[in-house]
């Protein structure tokens, strides 16, 4: 299931650099299935708060008319910024599959927050891509 759910954070990501956008993307599962999945939409809203993380949450909130996502897991193409980290604390979701680290030096020692580094290369060429076209 784990490379179902990648695969289609991937996918997300892919979307968000099709439309200019930094490409993140995430699904929300819970008892095995998916209940949300956003991409990165800060450039086409103009709101800087529209990271994958964020747009996920309340759309897997809406879907089950609750805040608390306590029994959900996030998968994720970047490592999850402050603010989407805080994010998904406060919404309780139990576990974070990220395929991309934003810091080798920074080690992410919260035992929710998994490094899946088997994923790396395709987020990472995914990024690169996306950036290469912006310059």
Known sequence: ???KYIKLALEEAKKA????EVPV???IVKDNKIIAKAHNMVEKK???ILHAEIIAIAKASKR???????????YVTLEPCKMC???????????VYFTLKKDEKIVTNKSDFIFLKDYERQSLNIIQTFFKKRR
């Open 64 to 74: 089950l008319k609750n805040w608390r996502l306590n029994e959900c897991e996030m």
């Open 85 to 95: 980290t805080e994010a998904i604390k406060l919404s309780r979701i139990g576990k």
């Open 25 to 27: 993307g995430a699904i």
């Open 1 to 3: 299931m784990l490379d």
């Open 46 to 48: 103009k709101n800087a």
């Open 17 to 20: 650099s099709r439309h200019g």
